[in-house]
């Protein structure tokens, strides 16, 4: 193996330095009060030479678990042992986190939704960035730089599983091709290294229509080319112990896919996975049929055939609703529950995934 001494580098105020975690800061937004917004860096840099990760998380200020994921995971030992790098972003948030809400105050879009397209949407006579394009662009021109993978920590809903997701991989025209079904390969194959359950975006048009091309993952996926995934790790607004326990060991996991940790992906202990034997794909149709209470069947992780009823509805009063019954779209499983049980007639009640007979890779829609 190669001894080669990483290159010297730095991200914003943080020097990496073989061997050692280093500490920093990153300058992304002038705010109108004086100062700036400046997002924490911390390198993880081993002594051989290696892949870089970028380990990211809390873009939705109240997704808190990948902070100690983080905080915990970047040890002085783990530098020691490490070949290449990791880069970490605890918070792609900080206005959020303060305020303990999804979206950072200074922006009414999901900051989530407005990384880099291929196809790109700005007119020449379009508006200036926002505050959070902004911290975007910034963010964006540093894993350009240098990036081999991605991994950006998420939180779902109170009663739900972690589970990794994984975007969809568009290529434009034919002579691209090859090009993306390599990529998909490594993307499923460091998915399925970092343990936890998989779960593929929704098919190409509406991955597109739902802007999660723009995500984070999928701005670094079908912009950058390198593999990204998403990992939920259980509830928003707390902390899941196990979930802790779940991500820090998927990255390690990822660490050693990546050659950067010695041995192989061990089986993830600490929550359950769920391997139906086929691809699945988020899926957000159970929803509530008429205004009510819902009653929930299932628990998460458990099963469900095509048809079968995963919930119902009763009145304050407890008595059933008719016409209630929400039932699975397709074969799949219950990643798990929104929050809360009273729903007006339409709104989501429930995170699935389903049996996804597309392909990963596919043309831009209408291309
Ligand atoms: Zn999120």
Known sequence: MTTTPPAAFGVGSATARPGEITYGDLPVLDLPSGGQERLPVIIAQGRADGPTLWLTANIHGAELTGLPVIHRLLTADLAA??????????SLNPAGLRTADRLPYYSHTDPNRLWP??????????????PYEQIVERVFAQFARRADFVIDLHNAAIRTLPFTIVDRVLYRGEGDR?????????????????????????VAERYVTQVLHRSVTGSIVNVLGVPAITVELGMTGAVD??????????????????????????????????????????????????????????????????????ATSVDLWGRPLPDSAIVAPADGWLIGWSNGLAKYAGQVVAALAVRDDAPLVAAYPGE
């Not at 042992?81 to 605890?90: D, E, K, M, S, V």
Request: charged letters at 20%; hydrophobic letters at 45%.
């Open 117 to 130: 397209t291929r196809h790109p949407e700005r007119a020449a006579d379009a508006p200036p960035p926002s």
């Open 81 to 90: 042992q490490l070949r290449g790098t990791i880069i970490a972003l605890p």
């Open 241 to 310: 112990p196990g979930a802790v326990e779940a991500g820090i060991a998927g990255v390690h996991n990822a660490l050693r896919w990546a050659g950067m940790l010695p041995g192989d992906p061990a089986p993830i202990t600490a929550c359950p996975i769920v391997d139906p034997g086929y691809a699945t794909k988020r899926d957000d149709t159970a929803r509530a049929r008429v205004a009510g209470i819902v009653t929930q069947e299932l628990q998460p992780g458990a099963p469900f055939s095509a048809g079968q009823t995963l």
């Open 178 to 202: 090859a090009r993306a079904v390599a990529l998909g390969e490594r993307l499923s194959g460091l998915a399925s290294a970092f343990g936890l359950s998989v779960v593929r975006e929704a």
